[in-house]
């Protein structure tokens, strides 16, 4: 490991200007007085939606602090950097790129080093790791911060250690000394910047820790402590009191990490001794004990971290998208705050102990959720798997406002096409829940035939039935694409994806012209997808014309001679395709942004019929010259709107939803006021409760009472139907109960993948009682931790019907001729044609149909 040295200096005189990269910062900008009232957020980052993607990805929520600083290279460049400190991990984000450029546990930094002088300067040591050299005018502040954070989170103090010389590791191969020194004049006047590496002799630490950086706000005089003129006097004070109450003598984090070890360690056993028994060969060095042996010996701490981490990945054959789940970060930092000699809980622990208690967790979760019922009622969905053979299972899952939550899983393989059986199956779930708390059941088109409908409408009276909205936008899509002329341009764009798709340096090619950026999207069904794409690539269109014509495309044989690549420059060339392209997401964006808004689990039923109102006044706009292609696609949407997708229940939400009913420019509402009466016949059977139902209506149909106070016609278009109901409805009493009824319900099921072969291995014959009902509870716990995971990250920046990552097994990928029906990620079982179309399950792609928990 090589060993420099970096000297910061404060010259009285304006350092010269050099050119710059577009990324490289003069440290100048970091020369600006420090506010007077530190308030943490400096960048608002609630209002930043790339950087709260970065922090929920993370499972980071909670923000310390965040501000602009800048980070020192190895090689002494200067980098622009936001660092984000939260309560549980340091972020550094390159604000260019908009990326993550490195995460740091709070529990792995070790210590904080700062210069004696008036500067900008501090390191952050982190021993497992390279450090960091970063410079704010905020650094105080920072310093505060993560003295706290760290003994809130981590139970031990950071040291902090103020030199004026100090060693910081730059990165796995480089130790660098750092001096700071004074030049002439007075010390407010430095402005520092690093020159060129020089090696550099002598070294003179000063060694400190938190008592010296108390010393250093509290302005006392302490020997090699200067005071610090930034800081409030109110943190002065507290600082002085804190000195003054209790002698400042703390055990240091090495001391406490080996009490805790000892502690740990049973009997008489020492900690050593209790660590040394934890080396044990892992499974893959046990067949390979030569070779890996050799290659993890020359790994850092981190890479040999990370290489552990992958070797149980790739021998237990997880799914590489676990490592975005928030419980995966949040078990390694459980590890890394244990510290050595952890011991992970046996097979039986998992099964037996944590099992029950985690099951007993989410229940209560549940039952928090039932206590709103008897005022916003709740929807039972019927969530259907068939492979149109003799397999059909139906999830049932519940949904209200704050939550939606998982139910039971039932095999309705033998009895599905049974009403009788069905009705008995669809009894249980409503006795269940209880009839007085359920509003609608959403059922898709598998149940069409089954009598299922009629029979719940006739038992239940204030219960309705309604489809699944995402299934019926689906399938409107789908008739969509098969128009001649639009299918068509979706194969000419498919052509020029599986050109890119499948050739490597094409790949690399390609996402050089667009940034990094992908060309195509995955989307929650085959023809989500294709739209998706399709606007991709239309915005992409000006990079994809510019690559084909570059040179560096032109001149590399390896692709440009292929026959594929005439056919993809002859049909971007194409003004034709453009048009046909740009006509696709013209019509096809209206009924995704629909989808979007009934997607996900949000109270929808207050806005679904504008919504699709507006989507098809959309396409006559578009087509106001081209009568037939307008006919076309609406007769597409009447159909299904009239076959499937419209409910009386739709009609009412949006009779009841103040954003339409005092909006002059809705034409529709005397149109859909039988169906509003009739909801109400249903949800008030009887003539007491609909007593005063007409002037009711009335004062909310002419906004009196509190109808018209200035607050509630504020909040008509700022604040959900439901909760507008809640606040304002008091003026028509039976009415808002109704009203909040109604608008509170969900549209159709959530939107996120589905593995339906885990639901078949609980239902397999080849089971015994025991290990069904541990499976049972395994599913419980993962189907409710999913839906509490959407709800909780569901925000503007993320999109329901999208997936981050690219389907590489479909149809805008493989090259395949008679490409497998198990490629396409449908989330709707009606829909489905074969198989378990909607699994993208790792194991069962590689390694086959093996059993799942070990179960």
């Given at each position: 490991?090589?060993?420099?040295?970096?000297?910061?200096?404060?010259?009285?005189?304006?350092?010269?200007?050099?050119?710059?990269?577009?990324?490289?910062?003069?440290?100048?900008?970091?020369?600006?007085?420090?506010?007077?009232?530190?308030?943490?957020?400096?960048?608002?980052?609630?209002?930043?939606?790339?950087?709260?993607?970065?922090?929920?990805?993370?499972?980071?929520?909670?923000?310390?602090?965040?501000?602009?600083?800048?980070?020192?290279?190895?090689?002494?460049?200067?980098?622009?950097?936001?660092?984000?400190?939260?309560?549980?991990?340091?972020?550094?984000?390159?604000?260019?790129?908009?990326?993550?450029?490195?995460?740091?546990?709070?529990?792995?930094?070790?210590?904080?080093?700062?210069?004696?002088?008036?500067?900008?300067?501090?390191?952050?040591?982190?021993?497992?790791?390279?450090?960091?050299?970063?410079?704010?005018?905020?650094?105080?502040?920072?310093?505060?911060?993560?003295?706290?954070?760290?003994?809130?989170?981590?139970?031990?103090?950071?040291?902090?250690?103020?030199?004026?010389?100090?060693?910081?590791?730059?990165?796995?191969?480089?130790?660098?000394?750092?001096?700071?020194?004074?030049?002439?004049?007075?010390?407010?006047?430095?402005?520092?910047?690093?020159?060129?590496?020089?090696?550099?002799?002598?070294?003179?630490?000063?060694?400190?820790?938190?008592?010296?950086?108390?010393?250093?706000?509290?302005?006392?005089?302490?020997?090699?402590?200067?005071?610090?003129?930034?800081?409030?006097?109110?943190?002065?004070?507290?600082?002085?009191?804190?000195?003054?109450?209790?002698?400042?003598?703390?055990?240091?984090?090495?001391?406490?990490?080996?009490?805790?070890?000892?502690?740990?360690?049973?009997?008489?056993?020492?900690?050593?001794?209790?660590?040394?028994?934890?080396?044990?060969?892992?499974?893959?060095?046990?067949?390979?004990?030569?070779?890996?042996?050799?290659?993890?010996?020359?790994?850092?701490?981190?890479?040999?971290?990370?290489?552990?981490?992958?070797?149980?990945?790739?021998?237990?054959?997880?799914?590489?998208?676990?490592?975005?789940?928030?419980?995966?970060?949040?078990?390694?930092?459980?590890?890394?705050?244990?510290?050595?000699?952890?011991?992970?809980?046996?097979?039986?622990?998992?099964?037996?102990?944590?099992?029950?208690?985690?099951?007993?967790?989410?229940?209560?979760?549940?039952?928090?959720?039932?206590?709103?019922?008897?005022?916003?009622?709740?929807?039972?969905?019927?969530?259907?798997?068939?492979?149109?053979?003799?397999?059909?299972?139906?999830?049932?899952?519940?949904?209200?406002?704050?939550?939606?939550?998982?139910?039971?899983?039932?095999?309705?393989?033998?009895?599905?096409?049974?009403?009788?059986?069905?009705?008995?199956?669809?009894?249980?779930?409503?006795?269940?829940?209880?009839?007085?708390?359920?509003?609608?059941?959403?059922?898709?088109?598998?149940?069409?035939?089954?009598?299922?409908?009629?029979?719940?409408?006739?038992?239940?009276?204030?219960?309705?039935?309604?489809?699944?909205?995402?299934?019926?936008?689906?399938?409107?899509?789908?008739?969509?694409?098969?128009?001649?002329?639009?299918?068509?341009?979706?194969?000419?764009?498919?052509?020029?994806?599986?050109?890119?798709?499948?050739?490597?340096?094409?790949?690399?090619?390609?996402?050089?012209?667009?940034?990094?950026?992908?060309?195509?999207?995955?989307?929650?069904?085959?023809?989500?997808?294709?739209?998706?794409?399709?606007?991709?690539?239309?915005?992409?269109?000006?990079?994809?014309?510019?690559?084909?014509?570059?040179?560096?495309?032109?001149?590399?044989?390896?692709?440009?001679?292929?026959?594929?690549?005439?056919?993809?420059?002859?049909?971007?060339?194409?003004?034709?395709?453009?048009?046909?392209?740009?006509?696709?997401?013209?019509?096809?964006?209206?009924?995704?942004?629909?989808?979007?808004?009934?997607?996900?689990?949000?109270?929808?039923?207050?806005?679904?019929?504008?919504?699709?109102?507006?989507?098809?006044?959309?396409?006559?706009?578009?087509?106001?010259?081209?009568?037939?292609?307008?006919?076309?696609?609406?007769?597409?949407?009447?159909?299904?709107?009239?076959?499937?997708?419209?409910?009386?229940?739709?009609?009412?939400?949006?009779?009841?939803?103040?954003?339409?009913?005092?909006?002059?420019?809705?034409?529709?509402?005397?149109?859909?006021k039988e169906d509003f009466f009739n909801v109400l016949e249903k949800l008030l059977p009887t003539p007491e409760l609909r007593r005063d139902i007409t002037n009711q209506i009335c004062t909310f149909n002419r906004a009196k009472g509190m109808f018209a106070c200035n607050l509630a016609m504020e909040a008509r278009d700022t604040v959900s139907p439901g909760l507008w109901w809640e606040q304002f409805g008091d003026s028509a009493p039976v009415l808002q109960r109704v009203a909040i009824r109604i608008l509170s319900q969900v549209c159709s099921t959530f939107t996120f993948e589905r593995h339906w072969g885990t639901f078949q291995q609980i239902h397999t014959e080849r089971r015994n009682k025991i290990d069904k009902e541990t499976l049972n509870d395994v599913v419980y716990i993962n189907y409710n931790l999913k839906l509490a995971r959407q709800m909780k990250t569901m925000s503007m920046e993320s999109d329901p019907i999208q997936f981050d990552d690219i389907d590489m097994t479909s149809e805008w990928v493989e090259e395949s001729e008679n490409p497998s029906p198990m490629q396409w990620l449908d989330r709707f079982g009606s829909a489905l044609?074969?198989?378990?179309?909607?699994?993208?399950?790792?194991?069962?792609?590689?390694?086959?149909?093996?059993?799942?928990?070990?179960?």
């Amino acid at each position: 490991m090589s060993r420099a040295s970096s000297r910061v200096q404060a010259p009285k005189h304006e350092p010269e200007k050099t050119h710059q990269k577009e990324d490289d910062a003069p440290v100048e900008e970091q020369q600006q007085e420090e506010p007077s009232e530190p308030k943490g957020d400096y960048l608002d980052v609630p209002s930043r939606p790339f950087l709260m993607k970065i922090l929920r990805r993370q499972g980071d929520t909670k923000v310390l602090f965040a501000d602009k600083v800048l980070k020192f290279t190895s090689s002494g460049k200067m980098k622009r950097r936001i660092l984000i400190i939260t309560d549980l991990s340091v972020y550094l984000i390159d604000p260019l790129i908009e990326g993550l450029k490195r995460r740091v546990a709070l529990a792995t930094v070790d210590k904080l080093c700062m210069s004696d002088l008036n500067d900008n300067f501090f390191s952050i040591v982190i021993p497992t790791e390279y450090d960091l050299l970063l410079a704010s005018t905020r650094k105080t502040e920072i310093a505060t911060l993560l003295y706290e954070a760290i003994k809130s989170s981590a139970q031990y103090e950071l040291e902090v250690a103020f030199s004026n010389c100090f060693e910081y590791t730059a990165n796995a191969d480089m130790i660098k000394e750092v001096l700071f020194d004074e030049v002439e004049g007075q010390i407010e006047e430095i402005r520092s910047r690093f020159p060129p590496l020089s090696w550099f002799g002598k070294k003179m630490v000063l060694n400190g820790g938190i008592s010296r950086l108390k010393h250093h706000l509290s302005r006392l005089p302490s020997k090699g402590v200067n005071p610090c003129n930034k800081v409030r006097d109110d943190v002065t004070d507290r600082v002085r009191a804190i000195i003054s109450s209790k002698e400042d003598v703390k055990e240091t984090s090495s001391v406490k990490k080996q009490k805790m070890a000892e502690v740990r360690a049973p009997g008489n056993m020492s900690a050593s001794s209790k660590i040394s028994t934890l080396e044990t060969p892992s499974p893959v060095s046990k067949v390979f004990p030569a070779a890996l042996s050799i290659a993890a010996s020359t790994l850092s701490d981190q890479e040999n971290m990370e290489r552990n981490i992958a070797l149980f990945f790739f021998e237990n054959k997880l799914d590489f998208s676990v490592a975005r789940s928030s419980s995966y970060q949040a078990m390694i930092d459980a590890v890394g705050k244990f510290g050595p000699g952890l011991i992970g809980p046996s097979v039986e622990t998992l099964k037996t102990t944590w099992l029950k208690r985690i099951k007993s967790e989410v229940s209560l979760q549940s039952k928090d959720a039932e206590k709103e019922w008897a005022t916003t009622g709740c929807t039972i969905i019927a969530d259907t798997w068939t492979d149109n053979k003799s397999k059909a299972l139906i999830n049932f899952l519940v949904s209200s406002p704050s939550r939606t939550f998982f139910h039971k899983s039932v095999d309705a393989s033998s009895y599905f096409k049974t009403t009788k059986c069905l009705a008995d199956l669809f009894d249980s779930v409503i006795q269940d829940i209880g009839p007085e708390n359920v509003v609608q059941i959403i059922m898709d088109s598998s149940f069409n035939h089954t009598g299922i409908s009629s029979h719940i409408l006739q038992n239940y009276g204030t219960i309705f039935v309604s489809p699944c909205a995402s299934q019926c936008l689906n399938l409107i899509l789908e008739e969509f694409s098969r128009v001649d002329w639009v299918n068509r341009c979706i194969l000419q764009a498919q052509t020029i994806s599986k050109f890119l798709y499948n050739n490597v340096s094409m790949l690399d090619l390609m996402k050089k012209f667009t940034g990094g950026q992908e060309l195509i999207r995955t989307g929650i069904t085959k023809s989500v997808s294709s739209f998706l794409s399709l606007q991709s690539i239309l915005k992409q269109r000006s990079r994809l014309k510019h690559m084909f014509n570059s040179p560096e495309y032109s001149t590399n044989s390896s692709y440009a001679n292929k026959p594929q690549s005439i056919s993809c420059i002859t049909i971007v060339e194409d003004n034709d395709f453009w048009r046909a392209v740009e006509e696709c997401v013209a019509i096809s964006e209206p009924f995704l942004k629909v989808l979007r808004e009934v997607s996900g689990g949000k109270p929808a039923v207050g806005s679904i019929y504008e919504l699709m109102t507006r989507a098809k006044e959309s396409i006559r706009t578009y087509y106001i010259m081209d009568e037939s292609k307008s006919k076309t696609f609406l007769d597409i949407v009447d159909r299904q709107w009239r076959d499937q997708l419209h409910s009386p229940l739709h009609s009412a939400g949006a009779f009841l939803n103040p954003s339409i009913q005092y909006n002059p420019e809705v034409k529709f509402i005397g149109s859909i006021k039988e169906d509003f009466f009739n909801v109400l016949e249903k949800l008030l059977p009887t003539p007491e409760l609909r007593r005063d139902i007409t002037n009711q209506i009335c004062t909310f149909n002419r906004a009196k009472g509190m109808f018209a106070c200035n607050l509630a016609m504020e909040a008509r278009d700022t604040v959900s139907p439901g909760l507008w109901w809640e606040q304002f409805g008091d003026s028509a009493p039976v009415l808002q109960r109704v009203a909040i009824r109604i608008l509170s319900q969900v549209c159709s099921t959530f939107t996120f993948e589905r593995h339906w072969g885990t639901f078949q291995q609980i239902h397999t014959e080849r089971r015994n009682k025991i290990d069904k009902e541990t499976l049972n509870d395994v599913v419980y716990i993962n189907y409710n931790l999913k839906l509490a995971r959407q709800m909780k990250t569901m925000s503007m920046e993320s999109d329901p019907i999208q997936f981050d990552d690219i389907d590489m097994t479909s149809e805008w990928v493989e090259e395949s001729e008679n490409p497998s029906p198990m490629q396409w990620l449908d989330r709707f079982g009606s829909a489905l044609d074969g198989g378990d179309l909607n699994t993208r399950q790792f194991s069962a792609a590689m390694f086959g149909n093996e059993a799942i928990f070990g179960l």
